[in-house]
């Protein structure tokens, strides 16, 4: 599940139940810190080694907010922070012959990204 919100200055996706362990998160978040989040999704999706697709996702999916609603353009962004923490753990039932069944419990990871845009003011005659 993921949510896309923004205010003045920021806009802010979150994801609770990334399929990623959060050390791998963690450690691709600190390293997209600071970078323009074009370069950042370039970087998480494409560079050896060092691919972290649910942090691309979501930085991705909070740069097409930024230029669909608040109409910035995609070059002006930049990976303020993030952060990383425990998400829901996710139950499923795994079906055996003779009717039984056994519980699958996978664990997830809660991440947030915020970037930083900037305020574009029109000016008027």
């Known amino acids: 599940m993921m949510e896309v919100e923004h205010t003045t200055g920021r806009v802010t996706a979150r994801s609770t139940q990334a ?5 791998v998160a963690r450690r691709a978040l600190d390293r997209v810190e600071g970078m323009a989040a074009t370069d950042a999704v370039q970087s998480l999706t494409f560079s050896a080694g060092h691919l972290c697709e649910p942090v691309a996702r979501l930085i991705d999916a909070a740069l097409a907010h930024a230029t669909r609603v608040l109409h910035v353009p995609a070059a002006l962004c930049v990976v303020e922070s993030g952060e ?17 069944a056994t519980w699958i419990t996978t664990r997830t990871t809660s991440i947030t990204v915020v ?6 003011h029109s000016v008027s005659a």
Do not use: C, K, M, Y
């Open 19 to 23: 399929r990623v362990a959060a050390d």
């Open 84 to 100: 990383v923490g425990e998400g829901e753990t996710v139950v499923r039932v795994r079906r055996q012959a003779h009717g039984l």
């Open 115 to 120: 970037l930083s845009v900037p305020i574009l």
